[in-house]
Every structure is written in structure tokens, then in C-alpha cells.
């Protein structure tokens, strides 16, 4: 479905109130994720830290107070309140130093409640010692330690877990959680006792487990807000679509997604929980066009879904990317400014037998970036010499508009590199940018 230009594309009244709403509000630090780690990690505080790490992200999506943006049709957010960012104690609290400045900082910038500081301050003294960053630095060698204070470089993943990775999409998508329960369950069944790894094996696959449960309990919390907001709905067109939200989160995660809607929702539970978890920069959706067609194909050759219903879905998912804030030092502020968190989201580019992968939901991911024109996803575009000409000229003509993106990656060059490097000739036509390459 080419389309020559992106010229009188617009978005719709929905997605442009929601992308209002979003910029209106002004954002926050929370405390509500940091209370709860406070209170697993100290309950659990001899537990295995992978299994008190996924008790305490379970505890946190059964916990973490959730809303619904009026009119949104993507549910899931990272945080207690629209637009905030949570704080991470057990990865690092020495921004504890600048907690009245993080208000009126040059970048960045989080309004922090008087009771946030007071919660904050009062767990502080227990965490001394025992954050990642505490680690890293009580073992980082001298010399590194000099550079950082003399400002020749950093390391922002002190203030990160989980970062610079792209997760498997795919396989939520086509097995749902209850899939992935089961394939825990199998492994942990196969542990041998008289393995020595079995003492460590043994907690990671129960870890699994609980947080597997935790995404579950999470939908579910959702799907029941949908159904209660609904009861309360006058306008009987959001009714509807509220009670149609509260449907789909029956069936995923838990289920394999069946259809367009019900893949996208997928989608972002799993872009988002990572999130809640780490904090972690570049958190990478990868070849979201690659992934995602074959639903939205499929729902387009039954009806189910109209081109114009699914740009909007989208758009949305665009905004979302968006949500994701950082409580960050301000160094790492300032080297990410805009609030960027490097989720790397990339369309076209070869497939693994070599021929072009543009589809109608790449230039549709190009028409989101257009409407939305925000910092995030981190937007790319993988090109080659048989990339449609349509698709070029929508590349160019969106990069022409100003937000910077879509960044430009040459299948010409890059496959032949990974290959040189070891990859297969299918893996490296697969490639995807992670972060900010």
C-alpha cells in the first residue's frame, strides 16, 4: 500500500488530545515503586537476590496504583501518577544529593512532593551500601575512578539494571504467559539435585515463575479498572471500547495474541514491566514492523480492522514509548536530554532470504514518528538498494520535518560487517540497532 508522500497526514483528534494531555502534565518523581522494594528487600533481605529482585517486581505490578487515560486504547503505564518517574533504591540513591535541585535543573527536570523527599530520606540510611552503584564503586579500579571524577567519562548504567537489550517479542506473542509458565515448569522439573548449579538454578527458574505470575496479576488489575470505568461511562461509544480493553486483557498476556489489538497490548506489557523492573536505558522493540504485520495483515484481510484504526493504534503506541522517565543523575540528564531512554524502534531493511521487508505498517511506523514528532521511540529506518522508492521519499520527507528522526542504517554495509564478524548471512539480515546506534 505505497503512498507518495506524507504530506496532509494527520493525526487524530483522540491521538492529538492524548499527546496534549501528556505534555501538559508536569513531570514528577514517585516513590511508590522505591517503598515497595524497601519493604520486599528487607523482608526477603536473605533471599537469593534473583528471587528477592522478582518477588519485589511481583509485589510491584500487584501494588503499583494504575489509571486510564481518557481515551487511550493502549493500557500500562510506568509509574503511580501520569508522567512521573519511579525511583530505583535498590540500583542507586546517591541522587539523594540532588533531591532539591531536581526541580529546577538545566535538563530533566522532576517536580519531587514534599511527602516523596520525606519517604525517600527516610529509607535512605538502610540502602548505604548495598545498591549496584555502591558496588561498582567499592570495586571500580583506581584508575577508572579518577577519570569519572575528572569528567572524562561515566557510567550510566549505575543508575540502570536491565539496559541495552532487545527482548524476544515474538515469543510472548506467539505463547503468552501461560506458554512461558509452562516452559518454566518443564526446566525446573528437569533440575537434577546432585547438579552442583542446582542450589542456583533452583531460585532463578522459581524467579521466573513469580514474576511470570506478577505480569499476570498486573493485566489482570487492568482489566478490571476497564470494567469499572466502564460501569461508570456515560458516553456509550468509550463504554465500548472500555469494555473491548477489558477483553483483550482476558486473553493476553496470558493467551497468544489472536489479532492486531490484542498483539499490540502484549507488546507494550512487555516493553513496559522490563521498565518498572530496571529502569534500563535502551530497552529495544527492535523490528516492531516485522513482528507486528502478520497480525495487522490478518485483521486487515478480514475486516476486523481498518487502516485507519490501526495508524491510530500506532500513533498511540508511539506516545507511549514517551512514558518511560528516568530518575537520573544530572550528567546523564544533560547527555539525555528530552527525556530520551534510547528505545530503539526500527522499520524496512532486508529479511533473512534477502528481500525487502518494507511493509504497509513500516510507513505507517513513519507516519506515526510524523504525528507524534516526540523524543521517543528512538526511530530507524534500515534502507538498501531495493528499498521502495515510496518509502525513501517518506524517510526523507520525515526527517525534513524536524524531530530528528528517523536515524538511516545501509543494509549495504552493516550485513557484510556482522558477517565478516561471524554472523550467518539470516542473522545478520535480521540485525536491529540497540539504543542510540
Not at 494527520?10 to 501538559?24: E, Q, S, Y
Not at 526511530?379 to 525513501?392: G, Q, S
Request: hydrophobic share 40%; proline share 6%; glycine share 6%.
Amino acid at each position: 500500500m505505497p503512498q507518495a508522500s506524507l504530506s496532509g497526514s494527520k493525526p487524530t483528534a483522540r491521538v492529538r488530545d492524548l499527546k496534549d494531555r501528556f505534555l501538559a502534565l508536569q513531570p514528577s518523581m514517585s516513590a511508590a515503586r522505591a517503598e515497595i522494594y524497601y519493604e520486599v528487600y528487607r523482608e526477603y533481605q536473605n533471599y537469593p537476590v534473583v528471587l528477592k529482585r522478582a518477588i519485589a517486581l511481583r509485589e510491584t505490578l500487584a501494588r503499583l496504583p494504575v489509571f486510564i487515560f481518557p481515551g487511550e486504547l493502549i493500557l500500562g503505564h510506568p509509574a503511580a501518577a501520569p508522567r512521573a518517574a519511579e525511583a530505583f533504591p535498590e540500583v542507586n540513591m546517591a541522587f539523594m544529593g540532588d533531591l532539591d535541585e531536581f526541580e529546577t535543573r538545566e535538563y530533566n527536570r522532576l517536580r519531587v512532593a514534599s511527602d516523596v523527599k520525606a519517604s525517600l530520606r527516610a529509607m535512605e540510611p538502610w540502602w548505604r551500601g548495598k545498591t549496584l552503584t555502591d558496588h561498582f564503586r567499592a570495586t571500580r579500579h583506581p584508575a577508572a575512578a579518577a577519570g569519572i571524577a575528572a569528567g572524562l567519562f561515566s557510567n550510566s548504567h549505575e543508575w540502570s539494571g536491565f539496559a541495552h537489550v532487545a527482548m524476544d517479542y515474538r515469543k510472548l506473542l506467539d505463547k503468552g504467559v501461560d506458554g512461558l509458565l509452562q516452559e518454566v515448569e518443564i526446566r525446573r522439573e528437569a533440575l537434577d539435585p546432585a547438579d552442583p548449579e542446582y542450589p542456583i538454578r533452583t531460585p532463578f527458574y522459581q524467579a521466573l515463575a513469580e514474576i511470570c505470575r506478577g505480569i499476570l496479576i498486573f493485566a489482570d488489575r487492568y482489566r478490571a479498572l476497564a470494567l469499572e470505568s466502564a460501569a461508570e461511562e456515560a458516553d456509550p461509544g468509550r463504554r465500548a471500547e472500555l469494555k473491548r480493553l477489558a477483553a483483550i486483557l482476558e486473553r493476553v498476556p496470558r493467551r497468544p495474541a489472536g489479532n492486531f489489538r490484542e498483539a499490540i497490548q502484549s507488546f507494550w506489557f512487555q516493553q513496559l514491566i522490563p521498565q518498572i523492573e530496571s529502569n534500563g536505558f535502551s530497552i529495544t522493540p527492535g523490528r516492531f514492523d516485522q513482528y507486528m504485520w502478520p497480525y495487522l495483515e490478518q485483521d486487515l484481510a478480514s475486516g476486523a480492522i481498518t487502516m485507519g484504526e490501526a495508524q491510530e493504534l500506532v500513533d498511540m503506541i508511539f506516545l507511549k514509548f514517551c512514558e518511560i522517565l528516568r530518575v537520573d543523575s544530572t550528567g546523564s540528564a544533560e547527555i539525555n536530554a528530552g527525556y530520551a531512554a534510547g528505545q530503539n524502534l526500527v522499520a524496512g531493511g532486508l529479511d533473512a532470504q534477502g528481500r525487502d521487508a518494507t511493509n504497509p505498517l513500516s510507513r505507517m511506523c513513519l507516519r506515526s514518528n510524523l504525528h507524534v514528532g516526540l523524543q521517543q521511540p528512538n526511530f530507524t529506518v534500515r534502507l538498501h538498494r531495493n528499498t521502495p522508492k515510496d518509502f525513501l521519499d517518506q524517510a526523507v520527507e520525515s526527517i525534513a520535518r524536524g524531530n530528528g528522526m528517523p536515524q538511516v542504517l545501509n543494509d549495504e554495509l552493516i550485513i557484510p560487517s556482522l558477517v565478516r564478524r561471524g554472523m550467518t548471512l539470516a542473522e545478520a539480515r535480521d540485525y536491529i540497532p540497540v539504543g542510540c546506534d
